[in-house]
């Protein structure tokens, strides 16, 4: 479980293609910190170190993974939002949040407003009821509030800590970025479509 407050930010050191699955190093402030078998959010994924060396750790995506988030374009050098699990004594600064991507956004507009930055991400329309008003959203593994709430879009706005402090610098309009929708929200709708099923 985390909380969607990064940690730091790690940088791709090298990518393998195994099969259908895609090998990452990842070069970080904390890998030294993490242990094999560790689950470790990257950019709101949930991945398991595989092997620590160094200030570098080592993680595997499948096939899955790759195509319901936007791990298929991480490069060397792309930068990766971190977070270690929460500990049962820490706070929960941001919301709770799995690490399970349901979807990718589009980024449809960065527009920088003199501190702070406004961006706009557009996602598929059947994900609409997960979206509300003031709500909490995991972009990139980042604990976000969103606002002006559309059918199929939405606005975040980012302070200038979160903006030097995690990859949301590196989304421009056409970026993609992992989306997590509220847990909370997502058991709710769950019960109510049941409810209607069983009418």
């Given amino acids: 479980m985390f909380t969607g407050i990064v940690e730091t930010v790690g940088k791709i050191i090298s990518t393998t293609q195994n099969g259908t699955n895609k090998t990452f190093w990842i070069e970080s402030?904390?890998?030294?910190?993490?242990?094999?078998?560790?689950?470790v959010s990257h950019s709101?994924?949930?991945l398991t170190v595989e092997a620590v060396t160094g200030k570098t750790h080592q993680v595997t995506a499948i096939l899955e993974t790759l195509e319901k988030t936007n791990l298929g374009d991480w490069q060397v050098d792309s930068l990766i939002n971190l977070e270690r699990?929460?500990?049962?004594?820490?706070?929960?600064?941001?919301?709770?949040?799995?690490?399970?991507?349901?979807?990718?956004?589009?980024?449809?507009?960065?527009?920088?407003?003199e501190g702070s930055w406004l961006y706009r991400f557009q996602f598929a329309e059947k994900f609409a009821p997960l979206v509300?008003?003031?709500g909490s959203i995991c972009l990139n593994g980042i604990s976000?509030?969103?606002?002006?709430?559309?059918?199929?879009?939405?606005?975040?706005?980012?302070?200038?800590?979160?903006?030097?402090?995690?990859?949301?610098?590196q989304?421009?309009?056409?970026?993609?970025?992992?989306?997590?929708?509220?847990?909370?929200?997502?058991?709710?709708?769950?019960?109510?479509?049941?409810?209607?099923?069983?009418?």
């Fill in 29 to 39: 402030e904390i890998s030294d910190q993490l242990k094999t078998d560790q689950s």
């Fill in 44 to 46: 709101g994924v949930c």
């Fill in 85 to 113: 699990c929460l500990p049962m004594n820490g706070r929960l600064d941001g919301h709770l949040v799995q690490g399970h991507v349901d979807t990718t956004a589009s980024c449809t507009m960065v527009n920088e407003q």
């Fill in 132 to 134: 509300i008003e003031k």
């Fill in 144 to 169: 976000l509030t969103v606002f002006n709430v559309g059918k199929d879009a939405f606005s975040v706005a980012i302070i200038p800590y979160t903006y030097g402090h995690t990859n949301i610098q």
């Fill in 171 to 199: 989304i421009v309009a056409g970026g993609k970025v992992n989306i997590e929708f509220d847990m909370v929200g997502k058991y709710i709708v769950r019960n109510l479509d049941l409810q209607k099923l069983s009418a």
